[in-house]
């Protein structure tokens, strides 16, 4: 086996052949927990204080200081804080309304009909001119007016909503004070790099340092290329690897008895893979299409963006020595943080963006069906079944005396004409068609007086609507009168004949209770596909694709919870024909009365409470699966990484939360006039997600990406829609009391149910004084919302002609290299790929190379090709090869141009490694070199199972996973060689990428997983003045096959 304290001049290679001495499959060294939980620890959230790395301190933390793990991460925080402080002193307001709504909730006539949450409601204003009693409501002793409290309570009801408005002026005002503060306290990469598109696809490294010099000292380039496919493919090969080190560690451990079958299938696998990466590499042209270029101080970089303009005509307006090698013009802009930048999308055009956010849409709108269609089935069965009614109440008034009309207590059984009578009358009624002559729980039109003009002709009722529905209400409220259990026994015969009604009662609950249900896990299905469906749409900036994915949660959770709902239940008379609208405006509810309330809005409460608890459900099922993972798989992994990846924390992203939050206040707003519970609801939750947040952050998560402002940004800018839509709806709402009452409903000759015709008038709603306050907001809103646009066209269109304002941060006087050195820089440290974590699965030469010096390409071929299968060999030297391995013809000879670019020369080059000996005084000697001298032959194929870092580690990781910046490792206490960095980024080697294929395990001479540094040797990858640090250290372990 390898020996940790071998003399410098032993590598891996000797190791190897030790243990291959041992043993044939190599002994098994069990992953070591302390190691992970190390890692674990240092992949949480840090800060620096006193050049100490500590944890931040849960309660005491600010929102200010979680600034220093994100700018966004910090306005997060500091949103929901100061959102939770106004929506305390607007639940102060809509906690009046609530209360004088349970007030007013005793006037109305047996209550017992509607749902408990109704009396909180503005369904309890609701009045019956015919009731004196029902228009006034007792408040301590004193007789009020309905009306004067309607008016008391829309004011309320605005007051509130200018109070919202004002909190997200606050929140703006305090946003821009909190980012400038943060940048400040925070150096990071991006205070002094560009972003540079509209290249010329051959520029290179030497090109983009010449031109830019002239605005100061360019310390460091990092170019694009369109080498997405590439990274995709290898990364996915990686995983194939560390499957591939999995089995050789199981292998080592059972001692041959299990996966040498496995191994041998994904070995072939490997080869083919490689196949096609030799292939695609040599084939490809790999074009730049950006680069971004790091000045060393912010002066030139603050220079640099304000020559250029990003603008259009500003482009092509371009002056000579501004374009690139005076020739092409260019677009300059500041540059992302690194962690931001999604390489491997950077050449997906606008338009195939789009086209793909188009496929998107469409997948989430087959998820909405499905949600639609339990609702149009609740909506089935709950139409089935007559209105809600008060049948003692309507008797009281003389509207509707069932016993006197239909004696359905006879004990003669099924047989008994009353029945058969009843029964035939209401076959073919329906909820719908009923519920124009049911409101507020009485039956309206005078079914009595129709009966007794029959009977006084001397002539049977006669079969209309309005005895249609008297019949099918006294059929409901006989069954519902004599109960379920009469029904179920058989009692006065009611086994057969109230069946049918039960059966329906059961079936709409269950449906109702069915979409719900449905509601909710759609909306956890889509909690884990939109993240996916939003990194298929190959946004730029992770950025990005989180506010997309945040976008989509919103849409599709707010159609779910309340719009889906709203327009399957509501009756507009005028869209009610047609096989779509059959669907949709064709419901049982023709305003927000009191069954409304009663029904949707109760379904409402019921699935904005559910969406608040389920996330919370979710954290901690995800909490407890991580720790029962832990707990039962720990012993049984076999290399370390995956160790390191089950004793992690969670992610915490802003996608899902700023999603989650935007559906919740929209829910809220929207009926929040008419149900104010929603509000106080809301104020609860909201302080909840807060704390909720912030322990799972800074004690159950790794520490987040590095966000920008720009979903806060976008949180903010939709808020005023949903003040917008609240008075619109409290326009309405409050528009319709107390007088929108129906009128008597009785036509005792045609016997046809009249039809609204005021559904839809405006102009009676808003010339009521209740609705005066909301409307004077409406249209202020509206007035802002339509200007809003135009400010910013006109910005867009002066920084067409005008240069764009780059703010300067005059706090900065320190240069990069100086705040490298003094270890003040949060984030990545380079904009190269390499240095990216995210890419480290697919870019594993940098942890292999170790070079003093570069070697020619002609040597550097050669010893690629020596360790190539056959077939590949054939295939760089005169030929090219398919997928498994078939010569194929030879590419045509290039032009005189092509032959002298000086990129198409770079492609010939492929990864190989050159190793530096222990020994600083001695030469550097080529990997071939190396490897003869421990023993080993260089000839034929190399297996797979001899690629680098399939030991202990298995896909070639440190025992601290892929979180080190490769240009931070070290060998024996020296940095990586800055030539050897830089070269892992020269044209044609798609920055390093096919390295790892290519160096097998023998080969590589004390690589980082072997490492025998110290762990105060080891750089922070990331700190701040007052932020985050993540620290790796390694470990003396050895390396298995």
């Known amino acids: 086996m390898g020996n940790s304290n071998a003399p410098p001049g032993e590598g891996a290679g000797a190791g190897l052949l030790e243990q291959e001495d041992n043993s044939e499959y190599g ?154 503060e943060i940048d400040d306290a925070t150096i990071t990469l991006g205070d002094f790099a560009i972003q540079v598109k509209r290249l010329p696809t051959g520029a290179t490294d030497a090109d983009i340092r010449t031109h830019f010099s002239q605005f100061g000292e360019i310390v460091d380039v990092a170019i694009a290329r369109n080498d997405g496919n590439l990274l995709r493919m290898l990364e996915r090969q990686q995983h194939d690897v560390a499957q591939l080190g999995r089995l050789t560690a199981l292998i080592a451990k059972t001692k041959g008895h299990q996966g040498i079958q496995e191994k041998a299938r994904l070995e072939e696998k490997l080869l083919e893979d490689e196949a096609s ?105 709950d139409s089935r079944l007559p209105p809600e009614v008060n049948c003692e109440a309507s008797a009281k008034r003389g509207t509707l005396e069932c016993p006197q009309l239909w004696n359905l207590t006879a004990t003669t059984g099924n047989a008994d004409p009353v029945r058969v009578e009843v029964h035939s009358l209401k076959a073919n009624t329906s909820g719908i068609m009923c519920r124009p002559v049911v409101f507020n729980g009485l039956f309206r039109a005078n079914v009595t007086a129709v009966a007794a003009n029959a009977t006084a002709a001397g002539l049977p009722l006669p079969t209309t609507e309005i005895i249609q529905c008297a019949a099918a209400t006294c059929y409901s409220c006989f069954c519902k009168t004599t109960g379920l259990s009469a029904a179920v026994n058989d009692a006065l015969g009611l086994g057969s004949y109230c069946r049918r009604y039960w059966l329906n009662v059961t079936l709409t609950y269950v449906f109702k209770a069915l979409a719900v249900v449905t509601a909710t896990v759609i909306n956890t299905i889509l909690y884990a596909v939109m993240p996916w469906l939003s990194s298929l749409e190959r946004h730029h900036l992770l950025t990005a694709q989180e506010a997309a994915t945040a976008e989509k949660l919103f849409i599709t959770q707010l159609l779910n919870c309340a719009v889906i709902g709203t327009l399957v239940y509501a009756h507009i008379a005028g869209l009610s024909r047609g096989k779509v609208t059959n669907w949709f405006f064709n419901g049982l509810y023709e305003d927000f009365d009191t ?27 995800g909490v407890a699966w991580a720790w029962g993972k832990r707990w039962l798989w720990a012993k049984s992994q076999l290399i370390q990484s995956d160790l390191n990846k089950l004793m992690e924390g969670l ?71 949903a003040a917008w839509i609240h008075c619109a709806v409290a326009v309405w709402m409050y528009g319709g009391l ?33 609705a005066a306050p909301a409307l004077a907001l409406f249209l202020l809103l509206t007035i ?30 320190v240069t990069l290299r100086q705040a490298l050195k003094d270890e003040c820089v949060s984030g990545l440290r380079s904009y190269q790929r390499t240095a990216n974590p995210r890419y480290h699965l697919a870019q594993r030469t940098a942890a292999f190379v170790r070079t003093a010096e570069a070697p020619t390409i002609a040597d550097r071929l050669e ?21 498994i391995g078939r010569e194929l013809p030879d590419p045509p000879e290039k032009t005189e141009r092509q032959k002298g670019d000086p990129a198409d020369v770079a492609r010939e080059r492929l990864p190989g490694t050159v190793e530096k000996s222990a020994d600083a005084g001695a030469a550097p000697r080529s990997s071939a070199r190396l490897a003869n001298e421990s023993g080993e032959k260089v000839r034929g194929s190399v297996p797979p199972s001899q690629w680098p870092g399939l030991g202990k580690y298995g896909n070639g990781m440190t025992e601290y996973g892929n979180g080190d910046d490769p ?75």
């Open 738 to 770: 107390p007088s929108n009452t129906f009128g008597e409903a009785q036509d005792a000759l045609g016997g046809r149910i009249p039809q609204p015709t005021r559904q839809l008038n405006w102009t009676d709603r808003i010339t009521k004084a209740n």
């Open 863 to 883: 010893v690629t090709k020596s360790r190539l299968p056959s077939f590949l060999q054939r295939y760089l030297t005169r030929g090219r090869v398919s997928k």
């Open 651 to 721: 992610e915490f992203t802003l996608a899902d939360r700023y999603g989650q939050l935007l559906t919740l206040i929209f829910v809220a707003m929207v009926f929040s006039a008419g149900i104010p519970i929603l509000h106080l609801i809301l104020t609860a939750a909201i302080h909840i997600i807060y704390w909720v947040d912030k322990i799972t952050l800074l004690r159950l998560s790794r520490t987040p990406a590095q966000y920008d402002d720009t979903m806060t940004n976008a949180f903010l800018a939709t808020l005023p829609w």
């Open 967 to 1041: 240009t931070q490792l070290q060998q024996n206490g020296d940095p990586l060689s800055a030539r050897a960095a830089a070269e892992l980024d020269a044209p044609g080697f798609s920055e390093g990428l096919h390295g790892l294929a290519l160096q097998p395990e023998g080969y590589v001479n004390r690589v980082r997983f072997e490492g025998e540094q110290p762990e105060d040797s080891m750089p922070a990858s990331g700190s701040s003045r007052n932020g985050s640090v993540s620290r790796f250290p390694t470990s003396n372990a050895k390396i298995g096959r």
């Open 595 to 621: 069954a409304w309330y009663s029904a949707v809005g109760s379904t409402l409460v019921i699935t904005l409470t559910v969406q608040i608890v389920v996330p919370f459900i979710n954290e901690a099922l």
């Open 27 to 180: 002994e098994f060294e069990a992953p070591s927990m302390v190691l992970a939980l190390k890692h674990a620890d240092a992949s949480g959230p840090h800060r620096l204080v006193d050049k100490e790395v500590v944890k931040y301190q849960l309660w005491k933390t600010t929102p200010l200081e979680l600034g220093s793990l994100g700018v966004g991460v910090g306005l997060y925080f500091e949103t929901l804080r100061l959102l939770g402080y106004f929506l305390i002193a607007m639940a102060v307001l809509h906690g009046t309304i609530l209360l004088l709504c349970a007030a007013a909730f005793k006037t109305v006539e047996d209550p017992s009909i509607y749902q408990p949450l109704t009396a909180y409601t503005l369904g309890a204003m609701y009045s019956d001119p015919a009731v004196p009693s029902s228009t006034r409501v007792s408040l301590a002793g004193t007789s009020v007016s309905k009306k004067t409290l309607l008016l008391a309570m829309a004011i309320l009801d605005a007051s509130a909503t200018v109070l919202f408005l004002a909190s997200l002026v606050c929140i703006k005002v305090w946003q821009r004070h909190a980012t400038l």
């Open 277 to 381: 990466i030799a292939y695609l590499l040599k084939e490809r042209p790999f074009e730049v299409v950006a680069a971004f270029a790091t000045f060393d101080d912010e002066d030139a970089r603050f220079r640099c963006i304000s020559s250029y303009s990003d603008s259009l005509p500003g482009i092509y307006a371009q002056p000579k020595r501004l374009r690139f090698l005076r020739k092409k013009r260019i677009a300059v802009r500041a540059a992302p943080e690194p962690e931001d930048v999604l390489w491997e999308n950077l050449e997906v055009g606008y338009w195939a963006r789009w086209s793909r956010r188009i496929g998107s849409a469409l997948f989430t709108l087959v998820l909405l069906c499905i949600t639609t269609g339990f609702m149009i089935a609740a909506k089935g069965y």
């Open 784 to 813: 802002y919302l339509l200007a809003r646009p135009f400010y910013n066209g006109a910005r867009a269109l002066a920084a067409l002609f005008w240069r764009s304002n780059q703010v300067r941060d005059e706090n900065l006087a």
